[in-house]
């Protein structure tokens, strides 16, 4: 049994892009992507603030959206 569930996990190696499509999955509408941005201008990397004025999201979700949509770190 533990053999079968060790197998059933062999997609321990991920790519971090495979990652990041994943995360990216999560749609905002354009108004959120406004505000999102504007926000950030103004706030800096306050996701829990930001989320504060977007009903129905988390601080986790706009950080990805940030880390994954609007971070040019490559």
């Known amino acids: 049994m533990g053999d079968s ?4 996990s062999g997609d321990t190696f991920v790519d971090s892009r495979e990652v990041t499509s ?5 749609k905002f ?6 505000l999102i ?3 950030y201008n ?3 990397e306050r996701w829990a603030l930001i989320a504060g004025r977007i ?5 986790k ?3 990805e959206y940030w880390n994954t949509r609007c971070s ?3």
């Open 5 to 8: 569930e060790h197998s059933s």
């Open 22 to 26: 994943r995360e990216s999955k999560v």
């Open 29 to 34: 509408s354009n108004d959120e992507e406004t």
């Open 37 to 39: 941005i504007r926000m």
């Open 42 to 44: 103004l706030v800096g």
């Open 55 to 59: 009903p129905g999201r988390t601080a």
């Open 61 to 63: 979700e706009i950080e």
């Open 72 to 74: 040019t770190s490559e």
